[in-house]
């Protein structure tokens, strides 16, 4: 154990795997990360995708619910001009009753 070539292996030996443990360590962390930063893009797309189907679903719901409030509100108009119609009616069945309109 005196010999200086046995220290001179042990050294060698020592930086072999010290550097073969640090390049080992930054391969594992190159890898890692590029695996997170995948994962994060494709998150990142999967996201984007359904904002943009919930925006168009969104967008589809309200132009239908837009229709049919203005489907109700014609069919509120007709409704009314028929209460209209009916209250007019009412009041010259009850003027010819009663006689109001013969003066």
């Known amino acids: 154990m005196t010999e ?3 220290w001179t292996l042990i050294g ?8 073969t443990i640090t390049l080992i ?6 890898t890692m990360q590029n695996g997170f930063d995948g994962v994060r893009t494709e ?16 967008a589809s719901v309200r132009t ?14 007709a409704v009314h001009g028929r209460i209209d119609h009916l209250d007019r ?3 010259a ?6 006689g109001i309109d013969r003066g």
């Not at 837009?66 to 108009?77: D, H, L, M, Y």
């Not at 069945?93 to 009663?98: K, V």
């Open 4 to 6: 200086p070539q046995v």
């Open 12 to 19: 060698v030996f020592a930086a072999g795997m010290f550097g």
């Open 25 to 30: 360590s930054t391969m594992f962390l190159r």
């Open 43 to 58: 998150m990142r797309n999967e996201f984007a995708s359904v904002r943009t189907e919930f925006r168009n679903e969104f």
């Open 64 to 77: 239908e619910m837009r229709s049919e409030f203005a489907n109700v509100r014609t069919e509120i108009g």
């Open 89 to 91: 009616d009412v009041n």
């Open 93 to 98: 069945i009850y003027r010819h009753l009663f």
